[in-house]
């Protein structure tokens, strides 16, 4: 996955610079960034504050660890079904 120029804090900050009134032309301008980079993290991170920021990290972090384990589970039982087969 790509790295962020912008860590979670700095988005966040940007954001509530947003809901304080300033304009999104002027925030991207000001920051160096796209419009639909702006747009982008108000669909993901609009109303959260840090630590909710922090908890969404952790279930994604399980949930990519619950997926690589069932890959592995799922490959094993097809293995263990070919050799049962063949016998």
Do not use: T
């Not at 908890?55 to 972090?61: C, H």
């Amino acid at each position: 996955m790509k790295q962020s120029r912008y860590s979670e804090p700095q988005i966040l900050a940007i954001l509530r610079q947003a809901e304080g009134g300033v304009s999104v032309s002027e925030l991207c301008r000001e920051h160096g960034m796209s419009d639909a980079s702006f747009y982008k993290w108000r669909a993901k991170y609009g109303g959260m504050d840090a630590s909710m920021v922090s908890q969404m990290k952790a279930i994604e972090d399980e949930n990519r660890r619950l997926k690589k384990m069932f890959a592995e589970l799922s490959m094993q039982n097809e293995l263990l079904k070919e050799a049962l087969g063949k016998k």
